[in-house]
């Protein structure tokens, strides 16, 4: 039985920074963002969205009513939740009207959790096979104002409809998966920023695709040849061609080529919109397969998925007859290509802005298909635009 992504989409929030506005804005030459880490621009949210409608309008853009009546799950992947007991995957499968006997909960485990929920998901198509899992990979990456990641920042969602019979993206089961225990990314929950060892993160991300890479390539003897492209996880463009290069000498020159310019491919969306944490890799996956020329189907495709603390994992899929009929690429364009470009001093003052801590009232009127109408007793109330 062939399992694996029916549907996939992305949102992200409709305002967004130049990196070169920030560079100037901190005394940096912008080069050192725009070639140094590979970003072009960064996604901002206003208060009035959150990790909740991001998931909602990614997921609104795939499911149909069908869909929604064959969904027994809905998984959210994130390290940004804002409750510490209810799991925003409740709030999404009413505000998308899913059918009431289904299981919705979140998976944290840093930038991995996504992938953790599509490994259930596809393992529960596989006991259920005429039933459909949703997950949704949903996050806000934030450092702080001035601070060493600031320009590592974004926000948005993923939304993944995984299947029997998949019409994107079979999955196959050959998943190589590593844990290490290890501080280089964590936030403490009296945090609001996280707390990171920078060159260590960077150490640990390579090492930790070095460890998978080669115990797959043992496991399934498939090598670099086999493979027509390879995404990552990017929590900044630069660091997944930094993991590609260091297996570069495992292949001929052709090879490398046609794998580093796919990797391009796969950083479309991503040099435009910053970290995802838990949806990086799938927006790489999402903008390698709108951004290619060269892709068919039957083209086997590498995953590398990575959460600090730390847990990764490496799988492959390979591309179905039609695929493209299934994405969005019309549509994620014109999202990105609509937003607001926002001055330093407006991006600093929607930065800063929050929802009330103490119960009292708010309201918005947010433009956008969901988004957060008013919070009030400490709860968010969502709205969908008609």
Known sequence: MNIGIDKLSFYVPNLYLDMTDLANAR????????????????????????????????????????????????????????????????????????????????????????????????DYVRSHPDRKVLVVASDLSRYGLHSDGEPTQG??????LI??????????????????????????????????????????????????????????????????????????TKIGKKALLSIADETDEKTLERLMAQYEESITYSRRVGNLYTGSLYLGLISLLENSPSLKAGAKIGLFSYGSGAVSEFFS??????????????????????????????????????????GQSVSFDDPVLYSIKKAENHIRYYRKEK
């Open 27 to 122: 005394d940096t030459d912008p080069m050192k963002f725009h070639i140094g880490i590979g970003q072009d621009q960064m996604a901002v949210n206003p208060v009035s969205q959150d990790i909740i409608t991001f998931g909602a309008n990614a997921a609104e853009a795939i499911l149909s009513q069908a869909d929604k009546e064959q969904i027994d799950m809905v998984i959210v992947g994130t390290e940004s939740g804002y409750d510490s007991s209810k799991a925003s995957a409740v709030i999404l499968h009413h505000l998308l009207e899913i059918q009431p006997f289904a299981r919705s909960f979140e998976i944290k485990e840093a930038c991995y959790g996504a992938t953790a929920g599509i490994k259930m998901a596809a």
């Open 317 to 358: 899929g390979y591309l179905v007859e039609g695929y493209q009929n299934q994405l969005h690429t019309v549509k994620h364009q014109e999202l990105l290509d609509q937003r607001e470009r926002l001055s330093i001093e407006n991006y600093e003052k929607v930065f800063s802005e929050s929802l009330p801590k103490d």
């Open 163 to 236: 299947s029997k019979d998949p019409r994107v993206l079979v999955l196959e089961n050959d998943s190589v998966f590593f844990t290490n225990d290890i501080y280089d990314f964590w936030r403490p929950v009296y945090e609001e920023f996280p707390l990171v060892d920078g060159p260590l993160s960077n150490e640990t991300y390579l090492q930790s695709f070095a460890t998978v890479w080669a115990k797959h390539k043992q496991q399934t003897g498939l090598t670099l040849e086999d493979y027509e492209a390879l995404c990552f996880h990017i929590p900044y």
């Open 155 to 160: 926000a948005g969602a993923v939304a993944l």
